[in-house]
């Protein structure tokens, strides 16, 4: 086995809080069939997705009256172009088309893997999707993670839709963000107010889960005289003695068996992690999406640790019994230079070799059915206004877009992109995407893919919230 660093190790392996529920390593990663899993990422910031996908202003377009030439026109500041030949050309320079039901649109040339996916039919574009009715970031997040409309402010501490559908899944929620997210957090038994986390693992560290069995025979091979005098050794052996020396002296009834019971799950629990992930080199496209100065390289390195520990996880699902994982991306708030902060973000999640496409092209040859049984939720907490500001950005909206993304989905447009009516409001400052659509029925409508009712069961009664007039959400899975 390969030495670790033991005290990065141990902070690590006491944020792994699921262990009833884990489950047995029986198989090798390739033969184990992938049960239906949901991905949520979040977008944090309010990302615009009105400027991932666009209305063709086309070379042949005279007509100033239409909704891409409004368009254009209310955006024109991000682009720092005024005339409409400079428009359509920031368009054709930018912007790749497709169609979808026969209407045309144009999607950023540096999202090249979501554009196939979207043809492909594997991508559904919800627009006008609302979950806040606010803008403030930290209060329209703690709305939408915990999956409630009327969540206050201050409920940090209460449970999350995604770990309330673990817990009736009676699987687990993995955490791949740097820290565990409250759309994690389990339901507590009996106080609606707080939350209980035995569901949840974080697994951000995929590769440094467990307790360190130290190797010194692996020293020794690789010529590495020092290895008896090594602190990690040292430590490692030392703890590892003690435990197993104090356990049968401590009695069942003492305070200090729960350390030492905590000790045994997570040395038991880290071995077969190793061990499967030792057999399981880590992809080199995976790799590369990390690696400095690579043409891979994504501007986000932390994104491209949480892709890794996706693919990890994929290769350990049976083990961790993982349903639902939980990754985000930050720095979405685009008031400033909307396009130098934000094409970035959108080419690390989209763009060909990049990290979707990079994770699911490895995660299908680890297991040929992962994109078949998973499915991609995108959202952020709020979207951007309709008018850019002054600066080169854009400002707080309410409605946005949410993706879900999957080879079972059933894709295309659910509600109109770019409604006729907008037309009037393009040129008005402090104008949003009007929201017609409840974000958790379509949070609800994923769930119940992977289980059927089960969005009814973590949502509760959604029969007051809203859809868009001809969106029919049931349709969003073949």
Known sequence: MKRRDFIKLSANAALVLAFAGLGSPLCAAGNVTTPKTVVN????????FRHLIVPVYALNNSDSNSYAAKFWNARSSLWGVSSTEDLKKAFSDNYDEFTLGGEKYGILKKCAWLKDEITAGNVAIVNNVIGSTNRDHHHSQIIMERGYI?????????????????????????????????????????????????????????????????????????????????????????????YSAKAPHVPTSSVFRKPIEHEIKVRNFGIPLEQRLDETPIPTSIANLAQRDHPNELDSSTFAHQIQALYDSYAT????????????????????????????????????????????????????????????????????????????????????????????????????????????????KNRDIEGKTSLF????????????????????????????DGVELGRLFS
């Open 317 to 428: 699902q049976d083990i961790l019994n993982m349903r639902l994982a939980s990754l985000d991306y930050t720095g979405w708030d685009s008031h400033k230079n909307l396009r130098t902060q934000i094409e970035p973000k959108f080419e690390d999640i989209f763009g060909r070799d990049r990290g979707l496409e990079s994770l699911f092209t490895e995660s299908t040859l680890l297991k040929s059915d992962c994109y078949t049984n998973s499915v991609v939720v995108i959202s952020g907490e709020f979207g951007r206004q309709l008018k850019s500001n002054g600066d080169h950005g854009n400002d707080h909206g309410r409605g946005n877009t949410v993706l879900v993304i999957g080879k079972s989905v059933n894709g295309g447009m659910y509600g109109d992109p770019f409604p006729e009516y907008e037309k009037e409001f393009l040129e008005v």
């Open 41 to 48: 990422l979040m977008l944090d910031g309010g990302p615009d």
């Open 441 to 468: 029925k379509v949070y609800a409508e994923v769930l119940n893919w992977q289980e059927n009712e089960l969005g009814t069961t973590v949502f509760g009664d959604l029969s007051n919230h809203d859809v868009e």
């Open 150 to 242: 009327d969540a206050n402010s201050h409920s940090l501490d209460a449970s999350g839709w995604a770990g309330r559908a673990a817990k009736s899944l009676s699987a687990n929620v993995l955490s791949l963000s740097t820290t565990v997210r409250l759309v994690c957090n389990g339901p507590h038994a009996t106080d609606v107010s707080r939350h209980d986390n035995s569901c949840v693992i974080s697994n951000y560290y995929s590769r440094d889960t467990g307790l360190v069995n130290y190797d010194t025979q692996a020293d020794l091979d690789e010529g590495n005289p020092r290895y008896k005098w090594s602190e990690e050794g040292i430590m490692s052996r030392s703890l590892s003695s003690y």
